[in-house]
Structure formats: C-alpha cells, structure tokens
C-alpha cells in the first residue's frame, strides 16, 4: 500500500548502509520554536493537537516543508497511550504534563488497562495515514513511543520531575510492584505500536529519555528488558527502530543489546567514543547539543562540522540533535543546520539570527 | 596549630593508602532531612545561618554527632563567594537561590569584583576555626567551593536551570566572554580556598556539579582548565582535594587530569568502570544512589554491598552517595548505611524507615 520513497536517506542509513551523506531530522521538529505551529496550536489545546489527526498531520509536515529534513516524526505525545491505560492527564503550557492521581502502588497499578489501541488511540492511526496522504513518498514516517521505564516515571511521579525520587523510592522499596506496572506499559506499547505499523510508518523510535537517570545495574533490571521485549515482539514487521536514551555513557553496550538497528544519543558524549563502543552493524544517531542552535551561526558550523567528522566513513550515521530543539531556537538556524548536514559548510549563514 | 586527628581515615583514602575500611561521609550530610538542623535553622534564613560561625558550626556538627561520619565537611553554600563578587543573591524554600541580576554579558563581567575573602566572607573562616575547636581532632574537616564553570551556571542562569541554556548560549555565541568571568570566578575560588585553608581545613572538595552538562570538548575548554589552575594554586598546601562532577562518565578520563587526589563520581556509573579508568594513584569517592536511602532497609544493604564490592581491594576509596542525601531521607537510614559502612552487614536494621 505504501508508495515507493523519493528519499530513502534514513532508512538507508537506519540499516547501517553507507550513505552519500547523512540524513538528517531534529528531535521535536514540529514544535513550539516554529511560529507555524503556533498558529495550528491556537486554534486547540496540546492535547486535542494531538487528538485531530487533520491538525496533528499539519504539524508533522511543517518540517518538510520549512527544513526540508530527510524524515517526518509523528506529532504526538509519550502520553498517549498513558492516558488510554486510565490515567487522566492535563497539560499546562507552564509545567507540561500531569497526572493528578500518579501511581502511588499496588492498588494504582491493578486498576489500569492495557487498551486496545485501535478504540482509544485510534486518531493516531488516523493521523499516520493522513501524513502519508501528504507526504506522498517525498520521505520516510517515524512513528514513536516512550518507553516503559520512562513512561513509569512520568506516571508515578505524576510531574516532570528533577531526581525522579518517588519511581526510584519505588524501585527501591517495591521492586516487584514497579515490574508489574513496567509489564503493563510494556504490553501497551507493544499494542500501541504494532497499531502505528499497520498505519504506515516507515520505522519506529522508543524514547527512554530518563533511563540515564538509572545505574547501569537498575537500568538492566527496571528498563533495558521492557524495551527488548518490544523490539522481539515487532521484529517481524521488519521496519527499522531507534532507541533514545538521554545521558546514556554508561548505559551504551548495555543499550546495543536491546535489539534495535539504531541508538541514538545526547551531547554528552563525544561520537568518537560512541562509534569506538557500538558494534558496526548498529547505526548511530545524534548528537549535536541542541543549545548550540541559540548561539552564532558561525559556531554552529564548527559544531556541526566537529560532529560530522568524529562519524566521517562511518555506515550508518544519521545526523540529529542530542534531545529535543528548544523552544527558543530562531526557525533560521534550524534552517541553517538542515542545510549545513545536507549541503555542506559553504551554504549562506542567516542574518540576525540571535532571537530568544 | 592543628590537632592531631583521633580519626585519620578519610585523609589516608585521599593520599590513596589501603584503609582498613572506606571511610564514609555523605554530600549534604548537614541538612534539611535532619529536625535538629531544621530547629537551628528556625532561628534565621539560610543565607543567616551560613553567615553566623556559631550556627554553621552547629550544624556542621549534627552528623558527626548523630549519624558518627569519618568526616566533617563546612556547613556553607557555594554561591556564598558569588555574593562577594557583587551579585545580589536569594534563597527560598521552594525555589532554592537565585539572583535577581543575572549576568548576561560582557558588561556585566566587568562589573563583577574579584573579592578579599576575608574581609568579605570572613565569617567562613571563623566557622572553620569554631568547627574545628568543637571537632577537637576527632575528625578531619573538609572546606570547599563550588568549580568556575558550575558558579558561572547560576551566575548566567539565574536560578536553578533544567538544560542550562542562557550559560551555554553564552558559550555558543559569546565564548570570550564566559571565558572572562570564568577567569574572575577562579581567582574568586583561589583566595576564598586559600582563606579556608588557612583557618584550618584539612582537605577540599571542588563542586564542579553541573559541568556533566558539557560535551567532552567543551568540558575541557569551559570547566577543567579552571579547575586545574585552582589546583595547581593550592598545591602548595598539601592538603588532599576532591573533584566532583555530576553525570561525569564521558568526562572522567579529563576529570584526573585536573590534578586533586580523588575524583567523586555520580551513581550513573558501576564503580568497576570507575576503577578501570581511574589511575591507581588517585582515589575514587562515591557513588550510591541518593533515592536508595529513601527506600527499605533490605535493599539499602544490598545496594551498599554492591557498591563496596565493586571497590574490593582497591587503595583510595571513600564511600559516599552520588549526589546530595534528599531532604526526604529518613534520618535512620542514613545511620543505618554509615553503620553498614562501618560496622559490616550485621548492624541492626532501622524499624519504621518508610518516612517520607
């Protein structure tokens, strides 16, 4: 059913090829530093954004458009499928999201669901084969999910939260609760996937953002097993998948075992190292400092060019930030870097690009 | 001047001599989460407490009294030298410091003095001498100061940053100018450490907290340097000096070069990758997890034999937690850990731990 790729850049390069040079996208490409997704955010709340696949499809294609980035990312929310286990949750412009009922225990964890994905998150669905329709094979669909460990600490911490204390007082104190509550997660996501897959997207990444906040030893207890139960469970699909984790150093090998073609990681770490430590056969993702958009453009090349070098001969390399673009990032320099990756550095530099 | 020292264990593990045990001390150990600093605490602000010896001196006191750690370490704040140099400083209950007049450029640098420690920040000393009169020798007492680079964070930041982008803008589009203040806040450090030093501590601790938020390539231009020359600045002393960073497991092999005797490092790592990358010659200080105190007593002891048995044998260890003891630790288990430290795994466990 799926239209033949214009621009097969990052998958290519997902499956660890060589290419003529990488792609690249930005973690939360579509968002609040574009005045465009301002404009399509007024006219409902974040939540309903993510809910009206028509607006949701809007967003996901202002990147093409504006940047012309090598892949489009779903727009949506690691929260989701949350919320479709039976948590309510809110979203305020100021403090991003809450639940107001966390997981507190046992109790909490039995009454939620693993829901059908298709009757509770259907617009997501919706949504993909609508990106499709507008995409119409210029570039690949990454759809996504949150993983488990990190979708549990949003979920009992019930905000975002600075040492994720109350998920690790539970690791600490009921373990076997936080499991059972990991298993769950774990079978949703893996329903909520499997339903983005059959919509159309072209490849999958898993956010497990705040696994750094874990010890190589906790990490592979409480988050590196869930996250390979869901790469085995939609290996027969044969798309590519990304794993995400922010501050991964000392998670790496453990990481690469998870099973996904690609890891993707943040600035903390230099791609020398990274491509010292993960096997050949993994592509590798990242890892520009995403502050490193708020400064000259002139440092921006050097940036840029010092993380393309450290993966200069590499197969597999797909050129993208170490976390999410900042709000306050001016559309100029986004524009700037997209060029620079797929241009080269003698590309024009923007003008008055020091906006906040 | 100085006493000689009842209990000389923490000082041997930092000159990295075998210890019949590690000694164990805990980052923060004097704080909130005990009700008799909270009753000192009653009779003035933090900043008053601070600046009043005989009220620093107390609580400096409490957790060689209460939970009997192998070292004292000043009861103070790092931003205490950052008021001297000028700028207006806060603290409050729920929101921590901030400073109303951030720096924000190259004027504001230039504004900023580089301080006489003691005739601004004399009370420091005095606390010191008054700690060590009531310390009479029974345990080494540790000064410190926070590293340039992670006062430089707040300096710019204003307040308490989640991704520390107004100071690393700064560096992405100003660079000159960070490297300016930096140079103030060192020579700032210098004196402030060498006025600790000579009222009588008996090694220091540099805080260099937030530079983990740094690629490696920028750690090695914004935050070592500085550190090194303070370093360097001090040896002279021969008191032993400790470097911590937060998030610090792709910086380590730059860490050691900065020249203290022990590098403290953060939970994130297993202290048997620690040891590998550590030279024998340098003493290693950590690393449990802050939130384990906050959970059962059962796997409190398991997390703390894990972490000694990954320093089996190895000279030069100093069990500490990764990060600051959370003000929501239960006073027990932190007796209950420098017990286990002390004493072996057959202490008794505390009852009622699950305070929160």
Redesign the interface.
């Known amino acids: 059913m799926q239209l033949p790729l214009k621009n097969d850049l990052f998958l290519r390069a997902c499956r660890g090829e060589k290419t003529e040079r990488p792609p690249v996208w930005i973690m939360r490409q579509a968002g609040r530093y574009m005045p465009e997704y301002q404009e399509i955010r007024k006219k409902t709340s974040f939540l309903g954004l993510c809910k009206t696949p028509d607006l949701a499809a809007q967003a996901t294609m202002l990147p093409i458009e504006m940047l012309g980035v090598d892949a489009a990312i779903l727009f949506s929310d690691i929260l989701i499928p949350v919320e479709a286990m039976g948590m309510e949750l809110h979203f305020s412009e100021h403090k991003g999201p809450s639940f107001p009922h966390p997981v507190q225990g046992r109790q909490d964890v039995d009454r939620l669901l693993v829901p059908d994905p298709v009757s509770h998150t259907g617009f997501v669905a919706e949504a993909i084969r609508e990106i499709n329709k507008r995409l119409a094979g210029r570039v690949p669909l990454i759809g996504f999910s949150g993983a488990p460990f990190t979708l549990a600490t949003y979920m009992v911490e019930g905000e975002i939260s600075k ?3 109350r998920v ?2 539970m ?5 076997a609760t936080l499991h059972t509550l990991l298993d769950r997660i774990t079978e949703t996501v893996i329903r909520y996937l499997e339903m983005q897959i059959e919509a159309g997207i072209h490849a999958y990444q898993i956010f497990d953002t705040w696994a ?7 990490y592979r207890s409480f988050a590196l097993p869930y996250v390979r139960r869901i790469v085995d469970s939609l290996k027969r699909y044969g798309i590519p998948s990304i794993l995400y984790v922010n ?1 991964s ?2 998670l790496l090998e453990d990481m690469v075992t998870a099973g996904t073609d690609v890891v993707s990681v943040d ?4 791609l020398s ?1 990274v491509r010292e430590r993960v096997p050949p056969a993994i592509a590798i993702q990242g890892n520009l ?4 958009l ?3 453009p002139e ?2 090349k050097e ?1 840029a060019r ?1 993380v393309m070098e450290e993966m200069e001969g590499r197969s597999g390399y797909i050129f993208n930030l170490g ?1 999410g673009i ?1 709000p ?1 990032t001016p559309v100029s320099m986004a524009q700037y870097l997209v060029s620079l990756v797929q241009k080269g550095p003698d590309v024009p530099m923007p003008h008055h690009a ?1 906006r ?1």
């Open positions: 040492d994720f204390s690790k007082q690791m600490f104190s009921d373990p750094g906040s874990l010890s190589p030893v906790h501050g150093c000392s600035w903390r770490m230099s190292n400092d995403p502050v490193s708020l400064g000259s440092i921006l940036e010092r976390h900042l306050s020091g906040r």
